[in-house]
């Protein structure tokens, strides 16, 4: 602890700004690896599985969820460890997030031209595994580099890329290329292309390619988060882990909601529509979010707000299944979900225990947000229980749940 109170001392070595460019360059890259992560499980997936095993596609798209997330899981935090013992000229994150994105892209790119799902299985395995070392390494970029007082605008393009992402790679796959081989190979290859400005961009108050915490020397064991010294850490993990949960329970299934359940013509259209409010409104509350984290530094409030208006959301699609509800409630996820991508990943980086383990310690979290439990709740209660309104109302009651549990954290307003 006291190494990190070390590193926010005024001239420490957090305190030099970063400038534009190196936001911009971040953010694209951030673009790139959403593109990569939400359009599959959203959009992508669904109409592949429902075009090659459309008998079983509920089981199907739960199974290969449900394993992505497991290989998330066990890989992030092992990359994390080893970009925090990485040592090379042009620093450890890039290279990390670089290897990254090169291992992922080509599987990705061929997902599309199979007919066999296990062949489908087999290479996202292996586009996890390149995913989970780019999330390993850019979520150790902040608090590396950025300056307390910058964290907030720097965790606002972490996330509002992932709603720009969102909504570009939708209309590209559903009015640009609409042929399933066609749509993987290119978010394939504009995600790979979006990662590069940030491999070129340069600093403005430190050399480029120079991380600003020591790598782990060889040999050095960082002992991990203790359960009781460090229990903000894990009331973060936990308010982070339950909140995307009750999101993704309730949004993943969407495209088979508006067709089964809400009879939509035009299923497709109708989902890109829901995903246009839905950006308009992140988009405002993700820069507002982390300016008035920045300014307020209150990250607990704004965080059980945000985790509120998007279990209102979810709440709406349980009492009121119909189309006026379903484009409320796009307003209010996107409302809730823009504020907490823009103010957990402050909350986050402000509680981590150990400047030199940053990587791996946020990769315990960020392995664990991926725990398949949404996936797991979802097929439960789809095939089990009692359908989408049970689902969407279950996905409202885990969110409030994790809004709830950020007020036991004590060392973060």
């Known amino acids: 602890m006291d190494?990190?109170?070390?590193?926010?001392?005024?001239?420490?070595?957090?305190?030099?700004?970063?400038?534009r460019p190196w936001l911009l360059g971040y953010a694209a890259t951030w673009?790139?690896?959403?593109?990569v992560i939400l359009l599959p499980p959203q959009f992508m997936t669904p109409h592949l599985i429902g075009h090659i095993a459309a008998e079983n596609k509920v089981d199907v798209l739960s199974y290969l969820l449900i394993q992505n997330s497991v290989v998330v899981v066990l890989c992030v935090p092992l990359a994390g460890m080893a970009c925090d013992r990485t040592r090379t000229r042009?620093?450890?994150?890039?290279?990390?997030?670089?290897?990254?994105?090169?291992?992922?892209?080509?599987?990705?790119?061929?997902?599309?031209?199979?007919?066999?799902?296990?062949?489908?299985?087999?290479?996202?395995?292996?586009v996890s595994v390149g995913a989970s070392a780019v999330l390993a390494s850019l979520s150790a970029v902040i608090a590396d580099r950025v300056p307390h007082h910058q964290r907030g605008a720097a965790s606002a393009a972490m996330g509002v890329p992932q709603v720009i992402a969102l909504v570009v790679g939708m209309v590209l796959v559903t009015m640009v290329v609409t042929s399933i081989p066609g749509m993987w190979a290119l978010i394939a290859v504009l995600a790979a292309v979006s990662?590069?400005?940030?491999?070129?961009?340069?600093?403005?108050?430190?050399?480029?390619?120079?991380?600003?915490?020591?790598?782990?020397?060889?040999?050095?064991?960082?002992?991990?988060?203790?359960?009781?010294?460090?229990?903000?850490?894990?009331?973060a993990l936990l308010s982070r882990v339950l909140i995307n949960a009750g999101n993704l329970a309730g949004t993943t299934y969407l495209l088979y909601f508006l067709t089964d359940v809400l009879h939509?013509?035009?299923?497709?259209?109708?989902?890109?529509?829901?995903?246009?409010?839905?950006?308009?409104?992140?988009?405002?509350?993700?820069?507002?979010?982390?300016?008035?984290?920045?300014?307020?530094?209150?990250?607990?409030?704004?965080?059980?707000?945000?985790?509120?208006?998007?279990?209102?959301?979810?709440?709406?699609?349980?009492?009121?299944?119909?189309?006026?509800?379903?484009?409320?409630?796009?307003?209010?996820?996107?409302?809730?979900?823009?504020?907490?991508?823009s103010v957990d990943q402050v909350l986050v980086t402000d509680v981590l225990p150990?400047?030199?383990?940053?990587?791996?310690?946020?990769?315990?979290?960020?392995?664990?947000?991926?725990v398949p439990l949404a996936f797991g709740v979802a097929w439960f209660v789809l095939t089990f229980v009692g359908g989408y309104r049970v689902l969407y109302a279950a996905s409202a009651v885990i969110m409030l749940l994790g809004s709830a549990a950020v007020y036991r954290i004590r060392s973060v307003r």
Not at 31 to 35: K, S, T
Not at 354 to 370: K, T, W
């Open 3 to 19: 190494q990190l109170k070390t590193a926010r001392r005024p001239g420490g070595r957090d305190a030099g700004a970063v400038g």
């Open 31 to 35: 673009f790139g690896y959403w593109l």
């Open 90 to 126: 042009f620093g450890r994150r890039r290279v990390w997030a670089l290897g990254g994105f090169l291992v992922a892209a080509v599987p990705y790119a061929l997902i599309g031209t199979q007919t066999s799902w296990p062949v489908v299985a087999g290479l996202m395995v292996v």
């Open 195 to 235: 990662a590069v400005p940030f491999f070129l961009v340069r600093t403005r108050s430190r050399p480029p390619l120079q991380d600003a915490s020591e790598p782990v020397q060889a040999g050095e064991r960082v002992p991990f988060p203790h359960l009781r010294r460090h229990a903000d850490y894990y009331w």
């Open 264 to 341: 939509r013509r035009d299923p497709d259209g109708s989902l890109l529509i829901l995903t246009l409010i839905y950006l308009v409104c992140c988009a405002a509350t993700g820069w507002l979010g982390g300016k008035a984290s920045d300014a307020l530094g209150r990250r607990r409030d704004l965080i059980a707000v945000a985790g509120a208006l998007q279990a209102g959301a979810a709440a709406l699609l349980a009492i009121a299944p119909a189309w006026p509800s379903a484009m409320a409630g796009a307003v209010l996820l996107g409302a809730g979900y823009g504020a907490f991508l």
């Open 354 to 370: 150990d400047q030199r383990s940053r990587a791996r310690d946020l990769g315990l979290i960020n392995a664990a947000q991926n």
